[in-house]
């Protein structure tokens, strides 16, 4: 089983406590985030988690625990994002240059192999174009060769949280992706970078840019993880592996204007209860949840439940 931690927020930033805790006792409770009342108990015990893949945009707080993490006999992995935008599209994400220094303290632990660079959303506005993507893309590639072997990028989707933010990102067009691709692919090339596009809406293979996931195949065979295909991709294009994901949406205190996994606003956000010391990271267990136990690589992935009228009354079906 490999573990995301995680698409829906930053565990590595703001939830370090909280996941070091559920480390250490071996398992954590994730509520289903498209039914409530199913409520997952996922083993994190490292017989059943070939991988910890902690994806961030910053780090740092966990780096004093990867000493830990590691005598527990778990194989991780980071994937971090870096992207040179500033306060005005991610309000609290730390500085582009102390995000790197970790990027590089964590590579010469653990390997430029387990460390993968996202440059991700590409978005575009009247003072962000293709030209300021290729200065700040190289600058960036500068401050990470020989720290990462590969670069995962993908274009902003105007999803319906964004309308009405034309002023500060629109839709990419695709000569903008084309010219794009020429820019920055030579650059990543001369770094010793791989360049590959995640969930592509758009083929860029004509300038040597292949689309593959941000935790596939050619990844865990690298570093020598097992796996799973995903039998349902996470969303049009994925090309992931299947994982579970630990994470919980509206959790994230980056506020980034672009992002899809805060989904309330940031007063909503504030009132969640966050408990590191609780099995689930936020919110608690009510007497109406069931709770499944998912281990091994057999378990479902916790998005796949879409049609719960299948199960009739889960409370027959799942015992607690």
Request: proline share 6%; aromatic share 10%.
């Given at each position: 089983?490999?573990?995301?931690?995680?698409?829906?927020?930053?565990?590595?930033?703001?939830?370090?406590?909280?996941?070091?805790?559920?480390?250490?006792?071996?398992?954590?409770?994730?509520?289903?985030?498209?039914?409530?009342?199913?409520?997952?108990?996922?083993?994190?015990?490292?017989?059943?988690?070939?991988?910890?893949?902690?994806?961030?945009?910053?780090?740092?707080?966990?780096?004093?625990?990867?000493?830990?993490?590691?005598?527990?006999?778990?194989?991780?992995?980071?994937?971090?994002?870096?992207?040179?935008?500033?306060?005005?599209?991610?309000?609290?994400?730390p500085s582009k240059a102390d995000v790197a220094e970790s990027f590089r303290e964590i590579s010469d632990r653990i390997g430029p192999d387990r460390c993968l660079w996202r440059y991700d959303p590409v978005l575009m506005n009247r003072?962000?174009?293709?030209?300021?993507?290729?200065?700040?893309?190289?600058?960036?590639?500068?401050?990470?060769?020989?720290?990462?072997?590969?670069?995962?990028?993908?274009?902003?989707?105007?999803?319906?949280?964004?309308?009405?933010?034309?002023?500060?990102?629109?839709?990419?067009?695709?000569?903008?992706?084309?010219?794009?691709?020429?820019?920055?692919?030579?650059?990543?090339?001369?770094?010793?970078?791989?360049?590959?596009?995640?969930?592509?809406?758009?083929?860029?293979?004509?300038?040597?840019?292949?689309?593959?996931?941000?935790?596939?195949?050619?990844?865990?065979?690298?570093?020598?993880?097992?796996?799973?295909?995903?039998?349902?991709?996470?969303?049009?294009?994925?090309?992931?592996?299947k994982n579970i994901d630990i994470g919980a949406y509206d959790t994230c205190p980056h506020d980034c204007v672009y992002c899809y996994a805060n989904r309330a606003k940031g007063d909503a956000r504030g009132s969640r209860v966050y408990?590191?010391?609780?099995?689930?990271?936020?919110?608690?267990?009510?007497?109406?949840?069931?709770?499944?136990?998912?281990?091994?690589?057999?378990?479902?992935?916790?998005?796949?439940?879409?049609?719960?009228?299948?199960?009739?009354?889960?409370?027959?079906?799942?015992?607690?």
């Amino acid at each position: 089983m490999i573990i995301s931690a995680s698409r829906r927020t930053d565990i590595p930033a703001f939830h370090s406590e909280w996941l070091m805790n559920r480390l250490r006792a071996g398992y954590c409770l994730v509520r289903n985030p498209m039914y409530n009342p199913l409520v997952y108990r996922i083993d994190l015990t490292r017989r059943n988690v070939d991988a910890l893949v902690f994806v961030t945009k910053n780090p740092a707080p966990l780096i004093p625990h990867l000493k830990e993490i590691g005598s527990m006999g778990h194989m991780y992995m980071f994937e971090v994002t870096i992207t040179p935008y500033g306060k005005d599209l991610e309000p609290r994400v730390p500085s582009k240059a102390d995000v790197a220094e970790s990027f590089r303290e964590i590579s010469d632990r653990i390997g430029p192999d387990r460390c993968l660079w996202r440059y991700d959303p590409v978005l575009m506005n009247r003072y962000i174009d293709v030209d300021y993507h290729r200065r700040k893309f190289e600058l960036l590639c500068r401050e990470l060769e020989g720290y990462t072997r590969r670069c995962i990028f993908s274009f902003v989707e105007i999803h319906p949280k964004l309308a009405g933010k034309e002023d500060l990102f629109r839709s990419v067009t695709h000569s903008e992706m084309d010219a794009l691709a020429q820019a920055i692919k030579p650059i990543a090339d001369k770094h010793g970078i791989e360049l590959t596009y995640c969930c592509p809406h758009y083929d860029l293979t004509r300038w040597g840019i292949e689309p593959r996931g941000c935790i596939d195949s050619r990844q865990m065979r690298r570093i020598d993880v097992p796996f799973e295909e995903m039998t349902t991709p996470l969303r049009d294009g994925c090309r992931c592996v299947k994982n579970i994901d630990i994470g919980a949406y509206d959790t994230c205190p980056h506020d980034c204007v672009y992002c899809y996994a805060n989904r309330a606003k940031g007063d909503a956000r504030g009132s969640r209860v966050y408990d590191p010391e609780s099995e689930i990271l936020y919110g608690g267990i009510s007497e109406n949840d069931q709770i499944i136990d998912l281990k091994g690589r057999d378990a479902p992935r916790i998005d796949e439940f879409f049609d719960y009228t299948q199960y009739g009354d889960v409370s027959k079906q799942f015992k607690r």
